[in-house]
């Protein structure tokens, strides 16, 4: 029997093919970067204890845990990269600011909503970036993200509205596309400038 280069994805998705021993390596480095990012991000101290904190907890996560193996297939774009983290830190503000004003509005009862926002990008990298990305903005919680679909389904805090839940959808797909335009693969633009966060009929 003769071995084939390909490994089978979800159902009902196209074959992947294997990943070479480079990539695997490439990979498993990038995997670490952004596990130590989070763990620094988690406690908002840039330090060499919390470096070699986030070190030690990625290398026990990675192999109690192995992650499925992503393909990485674009490159880091420098300025859309510092475009993304200015966004970034805009919206933490942002974000924050409103909570803490949600929270001293007394006698008044947040109110909330389960929002689905289908990504136009589905691979395992962006969704999960995407979902790291919300996950540390005050106020939204990734509930469940459902990888066949690239769909994430996501709590928001403070939504009175039914304008207010699509302008919300309308800013996950345009943090989606800071994410691909700083990290993502030529074909991975494509898509997204085929299809804008503004227009009508992005899957949602």
């Known amino acids: 029997m003769s071995s084939d280069p390909l490994t089978p994805a979800e159902p009902n ?4 093919p294997a990943l070479s ?9 990038i995997a670490v970067t952004a596990l130590v990012a989070v763990w620094v991000l988690l406690w908002g101290t840039l330090s060499w204890a919390n470096i070699i904190g ?4 990625a290398a026990v996560l990675l192999a109690v845990f192995p992650l499925p193996p992503v393909t990485f297939a674009g490159r880091i774009h420098p300025l859309p990269m510092l475009r993304f983290w200015l966004h970034f830190l805009r919206d933490l503000v942002v974000a ?20 689905a926002a289908r990504l136009r990008v589905n691979t395992d990298l962006n969704l999960t970036l995407t979902a790291e990305a919300l996950s540390l903005l005050p106020g939204s919680l ?12 996501i709590h928001v805090l403070g939504v009175t509205s039914r304008d207010e839940v699509e302008r919300f959808r309308q ?15 030529p074909e991975e633009l494509r898509r997204i400038r085929e299809n804008p966060a503004d227009q009508e009929g992005v899957p949602a």
Do not use: C, F
Request: charged share 25%; glycine share 8%.
């Open 13 to 16: 998705e196209p074959l992947r």
């Open 142 to 153: 990734i509930l469940e993200a459902d990888r066949r679909t690239g769909t994430l389904y």
């Open 171 to 185: 800013g996950v797909l345009e943090l989606e596309a800071r994410i691909v335009e700083a990290i993502g693969s």
């Open 54 to 57: 986030g070190l030690v907890v």
């Open 21 to 29: 021993r480079t990539a695997r390596r490439r990979n498993q480095v």
């Open 96 to 115: 924050s600011a409103q909570v803490a004003w949600l929270a001293m509005r007394v006698g008044h009862t947040p109110q909330s909503a389960i929002i």
